[in-house]
């Protein structure tokens, strides 16, 4: 059985990957045949996530695209983040019950 603050866990890497692809896409905007990084976000067997950076096949920016998708992680990541610290209180409540 996989614990909830191990699969919250793993969504918050994946969330700061994307952060990071998107922040560094955001950076590089101006600059002469760049190309991308795109984050694949894909299961771990028995629960989880994780994510990896490519490349785009073709040079160019598309500053909307990583714009919404930096705001996407952060939401993502603040989601995560509040699984974690809400199943952190459940397991300290019920300790405090059965201790």
């Known amino acids: 059985m996989t ?16 952060m990071s692809a998107s922040a560094f896409n955001i950076a590089n905007l101006g600059v ?3 190309r991308r990084e795109q984050v694949q976000q894909s299961t771990v067997s028995p629960a ?10 073709a040079p160019g920016d598309d500053m909307a695209t990583d714009l919404v998708g930096l705001l996407q ?3 993502f990541f603040l989601a ?4 974690f610290k809400t ?6 409540t019920l300790l405090d019950i059965f201790g």
């Not at 614990?3 to 994307?18: D, F, K, R, V, W």
């Not at 989880?48 to 096949?57: E, H």
């Open 48 to 57: 989880g996530v994780t994510a990896t950076i490519g490349r785009a096949a």
């Open 32 to 34: 002469n045949g760049f």
């Open 73 to 75: 992680a952060k939401n």
């Open 87 to 92: 199943s952190a209180n459940t397991s300290g």
């Open 80 to 83: 995560n983040l509040a699984v």
């Open 3 to 18: 614990s909830i603050p191990s699969i919250s866990l793993s969504g918050m890497n994946a969330a700061q990957t994307s």
